[in-house]
């Protein structure tokens, strides 16, 4: 069991907007619904794993594209508009993580509350391969964000 240094925040509109404003655009969107950024502002410089997990059984808007869904949530929430779907239905929360699991949990709450300019809810060390596991097992209809939460908080 590898464990990996991980804080977490449960979705908000005041995230979503904090994500676009401060990160911009994902690099990279999931059909499954996840969207990813990667940044080098961990502690010392370290390269993080930014992912917006979505919520269990995601199902993406219709008449958005998967790569589109991230900028039309964030741009909407700040304007004050109805997202293509309730936050509820599309991102259950952030996940901040190092690519090289080389750093303790402390320093990188730290890094993350300034890179993002929100504190996470939550920081440990999380055992993602029990993670997957679960949501394989459950083809998606488990809350990533739910089993972290229940990891760092017990």
């Given at each position: 069991?590898?464990?990996?240094p991980s804080c977490v925040w449960k979705a908000t509109?005041?995230?979503?907007?904090?994500?676009?404003?401060?990160?911009?655009?994902?690099?990279?969107?999931?059909?499954?619904?996840?969207?990813?950024?990667?940044?080098?502002?961990?502690?010392?410089?370290?390269?993080?794993?930014?992912?917006?997990?979505?919520?269990?059984?995601?199902?993406?808007?219709?008449?958005?594209?998967?790569?589109?869904?991230?900028?039309?949530?964030?741009?909407?929430?700040?304007?004050?508009?109805?997202?293509?779907?309730?936050?509820?239905?599309?991102?259950?929360?952030?996940?901040?993580?190092?690519?090289?699991?080389?750093?303790?949990?402390?320093?990188?709450?730290?890094?993350?509350?300034?890179?993002?300019?929100?504190a996470p809810d939550a920081a440990g060390l999380v055992?993602?391969?029990?993670?997957?596991?679960?949501?394989?097992?459950?083809?998606?209809?488990?809350?990533?964000?739910?089993?972290?939460?229940?990891?760092?908080?017990?």
């Open positions: 069991m590898a464990l990996v509109p005041a995230l979503i907007i904090a994500l676009d404003d401060r990160f911009g655009e994902p690099v990279d969107a999931y059909v499954n619904g996840s969207q990813v950024w990667i940044r080098d502002d961990g502690p010392g410089g370290a390269t993080l794993e930014w992912r917006l997990h979505p919520v269990a059984g995601y199902v993406r808007p219709h008449d958005v594209d998967t790569y589109e869904v991230f900028a039309a949530t964030a741009l909407a929430l700040a304007n004050g508009d109805a997202p293509p779907k309730p936050l509820t239905e599309l991102f259950d929360g952030l996940e901040a993580f190092p690519t090289d699991d080389e750093m303790e949990p402390a320093p990188l709450a730290t890094a993350v509350t300034e890179s993002l300019g929100i055992d993602h391969d029990r993670i997957g596991v679960a949501w394989e097992i459950s083809k998606g209809n488990v809350s990533i964000v739910d089993e972290l939460l229940q990891q760092l908080t017990g």
